[in-house]
């Protein structure tokens, strides 16, 4: 059975720096898809970063150049580095999995089978 735990959510001023981490039981992320989404009250889920099956990834145009998606040697955990973080990142934030590729739809919620319980990011002006 798989299970995904976020962990390092917190509050931090405009400018500043988390790092989220996602373990992972009974998964893989180097041979699998897995991917980082967000979400604020009202609205649907976003995508913010995959790594792919390949270990290419994938960001969300808002996020580029400031957040990075990695994963660790053993690959069962998944981390989004975010830096320069504005008022706009506050969400809570999801890892999600699926076994075999994402490809060019990753930002897609319904194709992800596994997520964890999602983690509060938020970010003062």
């Known amino acids: 059975q798989v299970q995904l735990v976020e962990f390092g959510g917190g509050s931090v001023q405009a400018g500043g720096s988390l790092k989220l981490s996602c373990t992972a039981s009974?998964?893989?992320?180097?041979?699998?898809?897995g991917a980082w989404f967000r979400q604020t009250p009202g609205k649907a889920l976003e995508a913010v970063a995959a790594?792919?099956?390949?270990?290419?990834?994938t960001y969300t145009n808002s996020v580029k150049g400031r957040f990075t998606i990695s994963q660790d040697n053993a690959e069962t955990t998944l981390y989004l580095q975010m830096n320069s973080l504005e008022p706009d990142d506050t969400a809570i934030y999801y890892c999600?999995?699926?076994?075999?590729?994402?490809?060019?739809?990753?930002?897609?919620?319904?194709?992800?089978?596994?997520w964890g319980q999602g983690t509060q990011v938020t970010v003062s002006s």
């Open positions: 999600a999995a699926v076994f075999g590729s994402c490809g060019s739809t990753w930002y897609i919620p319904g194709q992800y089978r596994y």
């Open positions: 009974g998964y893989t992320f180097r041979r699998d898809c």
């Open positions: 790594v792919h099956s390949n270990g290419s990834t």
